[in-house]
Each structure stands twice: as structure tokens, then as C-alpha cells.
């Protein structure tokens, strides 16, 4: 069965991230072992909203995989 998850994101990314993170189980799929593969949109050489990947999103998704794997690029 699918599972979706949709939040604010007027307040940040930080708790969002946090909640999906629990609502699908992240503890139980990331191992220490595990390598996590991020890819943000990066198309321009300056930032651009609703273009592309927010830097306060990549922080904030850093920030909490590294608490389940170290491996991450």
C-alpha cells in the first residue's frame, strides 16, 4: 500500500522533515551501513526559489540522516 505525507512548510523544514522521517519508519530502512545518495536540484549557479533544491532543505535532510548513517553523498 502507498503512503503519502503532506505538511506545512510555512515554519521550516526542520520538524516537517522530522515527521515524515517518523511516519515512514525511517529507523526501521537506514542502517549505519547503509549509503544514502542525495540529489538536489542544482541548475543554476545562484539559488532560485521554486527552481531549485532549497540549501535550508539539503541542511536540514543532512542534519537528520546523519543521525541514521554516516555514509551519505
Known amino acids: 500500500m502507498a503512503k503519502f505525507f503532506i505538511d506545512d512548510l510555512s515554519a521550516g523544514y526542520k520538524d516537517v522533515l522530522r515527521r515524515a522521517f517518523d511516519y515512514f519508519a525511517a529507523s526501521l ?18 539559488y532560485r526559489p521554486g527552481v531549485m533544491t ?3 532543505l539539503i541542511y536540514e535532510l543532512l542534519s537528520i540522516l546523519r543521525q541514521f548513517t554516516k555514509n551519505i553523498t
Open 54 to 56: 532549497s540549501p535550508e
Open 29 to 46: 530502512c537506514i542502517k549505519p551501513s547503509d549509503k544514502v545518495v542525495v540529489k538536489p536540484n542544482l541548475t543554476y549557479p545562484v
